[in-house]
């Protein structure tokens, strides 16, 4: 009797295999859940400080932690010993999200910077011109793959304007960049 091998018994025949696509939406839909769980146990506990208020997510920023933006109601500007963390997605495509970040004057942001889609990215970050250039010696986290998060923190303590980009070939010149916009402290 020739011998079966049991996973190729069950398995679907060659005809139907499982698209690419399918396992590339299963693979973002559970980051995007793992995303939003690391999102609650980080801010567990001031969610439940503002829970009686009148606190929507910020227009500028998108969904961050606590949902304080500079300028709103219960917002705590980042400081050396406790960074405000701002969470940023780098794609799907050549695009950070979001693509605006408010901070204030003088402030000390992490950020966790979460890749979305197959492409590898960069997250550097700066004053402007720097950051245009590419110039050595900015912060800049690198070889951010897929699902993957790496933070990076900075102090908003210059003159600014500061501005962020991914520096992978032809990441920059596609659109991956954004703005720091820094409010009076
Ligand atoms: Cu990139």
Do not use: N
């Amino acid at each position: 009797m020739t011998p079966v091998d049991p996973v190729a018994s069950v398995a679907p025949p060659r005809s139907t295999p499982i698209p690419g696509w399918m396992i590339l939406l299963i693979a973002v839909t559970a980051l995007a859940l793992s995303t939003a769980a690391l999102a609650v146990s980080l801010v567990g506990m001031s969610s439940l400080r503002f829970s009686g208020m009148m606190s929507g997510p910020g227009m500028m920023g998108g969904s961050q932690p606590g949902g304080s933006q500079p300028g709103e109601t219960g917002f705590v500007a980042g400081t050396s010993a406790a960074p405000r963390v701002v969470q940023v997605t780098a794609g799907p495509g050549l695009a950070f999200y979001p693509s605006t970040i408010p901070v204030v004057r003088g402030e000390t942001v992490t950020f966790l910077v979460t890749t979305m889609g197959p492409s590898t990215h960069e997250f550097m970050v700066g004053p402007a011109d720097a950051v245009a250039a590419d110039a050595a010696g900015t912060a800049e986290v690198s070889d951010i793959g897929m699902m993957q998060t790496k933070a990076l923190t900075t102090t908003f303590d210059g003159p600014g304007p500061y501005a962020f980009a991914c520096h992978v070939p032809g990441h920059y010149e596609a659109g991956m960049r954004g703005a720091i916009a820094v409010l009076p402290a």
